[in-house]
Structures are given as structure tokens and as C-alpha cells.
């Protein structure tokens, strides 16, 4: 009885380790956009880039912002290893001001979630 729950636990542990060998793992360009200052009502869109460096299919499973004011969007099909993938990100710039906003990405990668940040000042036409 005690080889057969040792063979059992080395089996187990032997499955574990071959699952953890096939991650996904998520590398972007930057973490950080900067649009710097921009006119109000400017295309507020802008493009994190990354790449799957793991060995195992990226799941994208959701990509949400800290406000209303920042509309992200998530590639709808799994990123191949190797390959590169882009996370769309707007924001409103009818909206005067700093622009400090997260973008947190869930995924299947080897770190499930991850926090991305998008920085600058809208301004009007007329102070600049």
C-alpha cells in the first residue's frame, strides 16, 4: 500500500512539473504609453505591443481600465509562441487634463495579470 501511494505522489509530481514546463509568458515593448501633450479631441489611440515568449498558446482572457474614459481592446485569438500581439488602447481625449490610467491585462501567462499604464496631458487648442 505504501509503493502504491509513493508511486502515486511521484506520478503526480512528475504531471505537475511537465504542466509548469509549458507556460505562456507575455513580454511587452513597454508597459508604459507617454502621449506626451496632446490637443483635445486627438486620435487618443495608441498600441501596446508584445510578444509570447513562452512555449504555450496566449490567452488574452480580458483587458480592463481603470475608467470609462479608456476603451481597451484584446486580440481575440491566442498569441503562438513566438509571435507578437498588439492590446489597442483609447482614450478619450475630449477631456481636458492629466491622463494617468492603468490597463490590466488577464491572461494565461506565466504572470496572469498584469498592470499596464498610459500617461500625458490633453490640453486646448487654445494654451498651446
Excluded at 12 to 25: M, R, Y
Excluded at 61 to 75: A, H, M, R
Excluded at 119 to 126: N, Q, T, W
Amino acid at each position: 500500500m505504501k509503493k502504491l501511494i509513493a508511486i502515486a505522489v511521484f506520478v503526480l509530481a512528475g504531471v505537475g512539473v511537465a504542466t509548469a514546463q509549458n507556460t505562456a509568458k507575455m513580454e511587452f515593448k513597454t508597459e508604459t504609453i507617454d502621449y506626451g501633450e496632446i490637443k483635445k479631441g486627438s486620435d487618443g489611440v495608441r498600441v501596446f505591443e508584445f510578444t509570447n515568449t513562452g512555449n504555450a498558446p496566449l490567452v488574452i482572457e480580458n483587458v480592463t481600465s481603470s475608467c470609462g474614459c479608456t476603451i481597451p481592446k484584446k486580440p481575440e485569438e491566442a498569441i503562438m509562441p513566438g509571435e507578437t500581439g498588439e492590446i489597442e488602447v483609447k482614450y478619450d481625449t475630449k477631456r481636458v487634463g492629466p491622463i494617468r490610467k492603468t490597463v490590466t491585462v488577464y491572461s494565461n501567462s506565466d504572470v496572469p495579470t498584469k498592470a499596464l499604464k498610459i500617461k500625458g496631458k490633453v490640453v486646448d487648442e487654445d494654451t498651446l
